[in-house]
């Protein structure tokens, strides 16, 4: 697919800025994600993570050059073919989860993650939590120091830094994953449909605080937290022909 019109949009960061004076140099790209076709994000997977958080709902295209680290969201940077490469990029769709979260003031926090979304002891005192899954009750209490739902895209992310599963793109499920669980001990998380309504409560939320945090956003001192997948909300992403997301998932279940 060809696109008349590109934005270009650069972390701060020496190298992005760097390569964002060289591919404005050779190409002809706009820096106003509003008018244009797509959206070429400089920097690395968090710059590329705000990106998609300010600009998901202008429902453009997202193709990421990497000018950070681990760069798994990214594409590598070459200044040659840029045209040719969006051109014949692969789409990936990343559908977001949903997160309402109640505080123990009354007030709710509404957020979209496209990683995770996920629960943490804010306090020197273990969590407490009671975990339902479409309405039905799990685990009645799970003594822990947090708990994350994690999206396919974000399964290699903090889920896979506390044990959790890598879920293939397309599979159709969540990684429901405790972090540092003391009882029940033997519980490693679970898999849940891509449709499943998972609620989490917070038992003695005065005595044991909990924060919920979705991708950038934190509520602070909830006591129920309900998340789902924001159906409605796909973001598509673009990588070069045999560097696709979905590849790149599947690489890292087989990396030592």
């Known amino acids: 697919m060809e696109y008349k019109s590109i934005a270009c949009i650069a972390d701060e960061t020496p190298k ?16 106003d994600p509003h008018s244009a076709d797509i959206i070429i994000v400089l920097g690395g997977d968090g710059f590329m993570l705000h990106c998609l958080h300010e600009y998901m709902q202008l429902d453009k295209p997202f193709y ?16 040659n073919d840029l045209y040719s490469r969006l051109a014949s990029a692969k789409t990936e769709v990343i559908t977001p989860l949903q997160m309402i979260a109640h505080a123990r003031d009354g007030k709710s926090e509404h957020a979209l993650a496209v990683n995770e979304v996920s629960l943490l002891r804010s306090s020197k005192q273990v969590a407490k939590l009671r975990i339902s899954v479409d309405g039905m009750v799990r685990i009645p209490e799970l003594s822990c120091d947090g708990v994350l739902l994690a999206t396919p895209a974000g399964s290699t992310a903090y889920n896979l830094s506390v044990h959790g599963p890598i879920i293939p793109l397309g599979s159709g499920v969540l990684a429901l994953t405790p972090i540092s669980p003391f009882r029940p001990r033997r519980w490693k998380g679970a898999l849940l449909s891509h449709k499943a309504i998972v609620r989490i ?3 003695d939320p005065e005595k044991r605080p909990v924060n919920a945090v979705a991708d950038f956003t934190e509520a602070t ?3 129920s937290v309900e998340i789902s997948e924001a159906g409605e909300k796909g973001i598509k992403l673009l990588f070069d022909l045999g560097h696709s997301l979905e590849d790149r998932i599947i690489s890292e279940q087989f990396t030592p």
């Open 201 to 203: 409560e917070i038992l």
């Open 64 to 79: 990421g050059i990497n000018c950070g680290s681990v760069g798994f969201l990214m594409n590598e940077y070459r200044d």
């Open 16 to 31: 992005a800025q760097s390569t964002y004076k060289a591919l404005t140099a050779k190409y002809t790209l706009t820096n």
């Open 221 to 223: 001192d909830v006591v």
